[in-house]
């Protein structure tokens, strides 16, 4: 019963018109220090193109990071009932929306629309845009990196930039796959920013991988950063899975 009620686009609208209001009222109470900001400050500045990256439990305070121009922004979410909410909430924003996920192993017959997302994002980028991924959404394992934003790099040539964020006090919702981070009004916080990885259009698979590799240990090494700066609760990733083939017979 409950679950049908908020399948409801009516009340999916209200519920994002209020958590925009919790995000916009909580960040503007935060003391954020911001670190390693020199590169994407320059991207900004010069409409450089990038492939923004944050693990999925800290997407809340994602658009904190990338505060303006926020139309050259497209984001990246799945067609699920679940992710409804979460393309009501950005359209807020002005950030848009490409809708798909990855490949899925265990229902291969199932077309998710990742191809089609893929695409646009790659459009989007190299008209002047820029991309933003969960690499690690919309399915798990929490803190363990896909290929889609390398892939992303690869065909762009548009380096990867690596965020997070941490504040002393947040609430986490440790039943969540995630582990979603809900920052508290009025606290000390400490946004991070990675250093630039690029692809090379001619990597090959080994050469994906490690750079696959380096964006999941760079992503994980700054979120603990963050956390430790802070004194907040350290959130450690999931176990690194056996690497699986996709519908075209790469991992994935």
């Not at 925009?20 to 400050?41: G, H, K, L, P």
């Not at 934003?149 to 947040?170: C, E, M, N, Y």
């Amino acid at each position: 019963m409950l679950k049908r009620l908020l399948a409801q686009g009516w009340l999916q609208e209200i519920i994002a018109f209020l958590v925009v209001v919790y995000i916009e009222t909580v960040r503007r109470s935060i003391r954020w220090e911001i670190r390693n900001s020199e590169f994407i400050d320059k991207a900004k500045a010069e409409n450089i193109p990038i492939i923004g990256v944050i693990w999925h439990g800290r997407i809340l305070m994602a658009l904190e990071g990338w505060n303006r121009d926020r139309d050259r922004m497209m984001a990246v979410a799945s067609r699920s009932r679940d992710a409804e909410f979460g393309a009501k909430l950005v359209k807020w924003y002005n950030v848009k929306l490409a809708r798909g996920s990855s490949y899925n192993p265990a229902k291969p017959g199932e077309n998710k629309g990742g191809g089609q997302a893929y695409r646009e994002v790659l459009r989007h980028i190299e008209t002047g845009g820029s991309g933003a991924l969960t690499p690690d959404g919309p399915r798990g394992p929490r803190m363990r990196s896909s290929y889609g934003a390398v892939r992303l790099a690869r065909d762009t040539g548009a380096p990867i930039i690596p965020f997070t964020w941490s504040t002393r006090r947040k609430t986490v919702v440790h039943k969540s796959w995630d582990k979603h981070c809900l920052p508290s009004y009025f606290t000390k916080g400490v946004i991070v920013w990675g250093d630039p990885i690029y692809v090379a259009a001619e990597a090959s698979q080994d050469e994906l991988e490690a750079a696959r590799l380096e964006v999941e240990q760079v992503m994980n090494r700054i979120t603990r950063e963050a956390d430790e700066a802070v004194g907040g609760e350290i959130i450690d990733p999931d176990p690194a899975p056996r690497p699986q083939k996709g519908a075209d017979g790469v991992p994935v």
